[in-house]
């Protein structure tokens, strides 16, 4: 990198910091102002918020690993949530955002009762604010690291670093993050992620214009990624299994498993945050469309495409992930390499400042709030929240030096998250799900997954088999527990109820008792997450078709999201039974 580019990457961090510094007072206001901004996010920036959260630095670097060792089809082990995602659209996100809660962990003291509901809020708070968000952290930072190996920042300021400083570097790039994550709470985090995720895609695009052209055009870069295996590399589904880059069990577990069974099976926990923080039920809902359209549809592709020439152009790299940072080193000019890196930056910076948030946001309301200080100020608590942030971090960067490799680590964070997905659906439409059972779910599958991940004895390599252990292990846990545990009583069943008023037949003993209909539709809201899933993702292989020359897959797919647009259309205008309006009913 030469001067203009260094000016760029400064002229990038004193507008994020300005920014922070400018909402600041908004976060001062209170809990609530700091961890969801005081629920007053419209629908694009709710919406877009999510989408950067989800690009980090580690996201390019990851994809060129994936698509170098399984090709196209290899993306089905992030592809697969898209599934939870519709469904988060049409049936989780306005029940979310009527819950009223700060944080996930919250509603386990509104959808159960007693002791067990507070020793499961507490311990989710914890495995999912520490270990499971701090080890995501650290593989943001270990990608950024490798950035900067790539790219020789320090090596063009003439300084030749060795392995620490380069962490360290890092380090002090997510202390910059604290900073202003940790003086405007939400508002600040999702401001500065509005432009940081435009700057992130605009950067995708360039270098995969750039690298694109340097091939000589699509056209030319399809037969050579060809020629490269006799893997069928640019297959969008392992059809053939004689070619197929991606093993069938593996690809039927991300289809038949992985998506149910995830800790975020019914939204997310950063998700919620913004769910939550949007102004009603309908911005939500909108904020979860354009959320799966930003990352499915838009964003795909261009990381695709630097992952396709990076095969082509470095064929023997040793590490795969390296192969997006020296596209950018090689063939982007002045000027539009410090805009690049800018963006990367970006990326980084938008997940991380997320982390910090949202881990803080479970140690301040569900640990500090709930067990330690209930009468405490709001002042106090959004100190106690920039405490939290700065734990957060700290415990990010330890991660950060025992990480190795992006892929792996993002595989670890799925294994040790899958097996609660499934009660965590359960939980909002049947009745008979208690504490006990989401306790075992939880903590079955975090130690069931980290112990086949990590553990040499244990280590199941196939990751679809890892995921079905996981899962069926965490199913055993959970079902003998609601077995052997008593349900929760009809008032706290009732008071949930009363405030979410989810569909279904789960919950007809509530209806009979408390007199209320359901706010929506359990029947309709499926068949509209059937309608959307086509749509989806539909056009995105439309686009990935006509973009790899696919005029086949490009024509069907395009047909398909058609036919799912017209589906969602007819269904959304069904009357299939008269919803009351939340509020308007007598007890």
């Known amino acids: 990198m030469v001067l203009i580019d260094w000016l760029i990457v400064l002229l990038y961090l004193v507008l994020?910091?300005?920014?922070?510094?400018?909402?600041?007072?908004?976060?001062?206001?209170?809990?609530?102002?700091?961890f969801v901004s005081g629920r007053s996010l419209p629908w694009w920036l709710s919406g877009t918020s999510m989408a950067a959260t989800t690009f980090s630095i580690d996201t390019p670097l990851y994809i060129a690993g994936v698509v170098a060792s399984r090709g196209i089809a290899g993306n089905w082990e992030w592809w697969s949530f898209g599934i939870a995602h519709v469904v988060m659209i049409y049936i989780f996100a306005r029940m979310w955002r009527r819950s009223g809660v700060v944080t996930d962990a919250q509603l386990t003291e509104i959808r159960y009762g007693g002791s067990m509901a507070a020793i499961l809020r507490a311990v989710k708070a914890f495995l999912f604010a520490v270990p499971i968000n701090c080890i995501g952290i650290g593989y943001a930072m270990l990608a950024m690291v490798k950035v900067i190996d790539a790219l020789e920042l320090w090596q063009s300021l003439g300084i030749e670093p060795g392995d620490n400083l380069k962490l360290w570097s890092v380090v002090g790039v997510s202390l910059f993050v604290l900073f202003y994550a940790g003086i405007s709470g939400l508002w600040g985090v999702v401001a500065t992620d509005f432009f940081q995720f435009f700057l992130g895609l605009f950067g995708a695009i360039a270098v995969a214009a750039i690298a694109v052209s340097h091939i000589g055009g699509i056209h030319e870069l399809i037969p050579l990624v060809q020629a490269r295996t006799d893997m069928d590399l640019l297959a969008f589904i392992p059809l053939n299994s004689d070619a197929a880059s991606l093993s069938l069990s593996t690809f039927g577990a991300y289809m038949l498993i992985q998506w149910w069974a995830f800790r975020r099976s019914d939204g997310g926990g950063e998700f919620i945050q913004r769910l939550l923080a949007s102004k009603d039920e309908a911005e939500a809902e909108k904020a979860a469309w354009f959320f799966n359209i930003l990352h499915y549809v838009v964003r795909t592709w261009p990381w695709i495409l630097v992952a396709l020439v990076a095969?082509?152009?470095?064929?023997?790299?040793?590490?795969?992930e390296l192969g997006y940072p020296k596209l950018m080193l090689d063939f982007l000019p002045p000027a539009m390499l410090g805009v690049v890196v800018a963006s990367l930056l970006a990326a980084f910076m938008s997940t991380v400042s997320t982390s910090i948030n949202w881990g803080a946001s479970y140690l301040t309301n569900d640990l500090y709030l709930r067990f330690f200080r209930p009468e405490s100020t709001q002042s106090e608590l959004v100190l106690v929240g920039r405490l939290s942030s700065i734990m957060v971090t700290v415990f990010g960067a330890i991660a950060a030096f025992y990480s190795q490799d992006v892929a792996t680590v993002f595989r670890l964070v799925i294994a040790i998250g899958t097996g609660p997905g499934l009660v965590l659906i359960l939980r909002w439409f049947w009745w008979r799900i208690n504490a006990a059972a989401e306790l075992a779910s939880m903590v079955g599958g975090f130690v069931v997954g980290l112990t086949t991940s990590v553990v040499p004895v244990f280590t199941i390599e196939d990751f679809g088999l890892r995921l079905l252990v996981t899962a069926g292990i965490s199913g055993i846990c959970w079902v003998t527990a609601m077995v052997l545990t008593p349900p929760e009583s009809d008032r706290t069943l009732d008071e949930f109820y009363r405030l979410v008023r989810p569909g279904g037949p789960g919950w007809r003993r509530a209806r009979s008792r408390t007199g209320l209909k359901p706010a929506q539709s359990l029947p309709q809201d499926l068949l509209k997450v059937t309608a959307a899933s086509l749509l989806l993702f539909g056009a995105m292989f439309a686009v990935g078709g006509f973009l790899l020359l696919n005029q086949g897959v490009g024509w069907t797919s395009l047909v398909i999201a058609v036919a799912g647009w017209m589906m969602l259309r007819y269904v959304s205008q069904l009357r299939i039974a008269p919803m009351a309006r939340p509020g308007l009913e007598e007890d």
């Open 16 to 34: 994020t910091l300005g920014l922070g510094l400018y909402l600041s007072g908004k976060a001062s206001e209170g809990l609530e102002a700091f």
């Open 311 to 320: 095969l082509v152009i470095y064929p023997n790299l040793e590490d795969p």
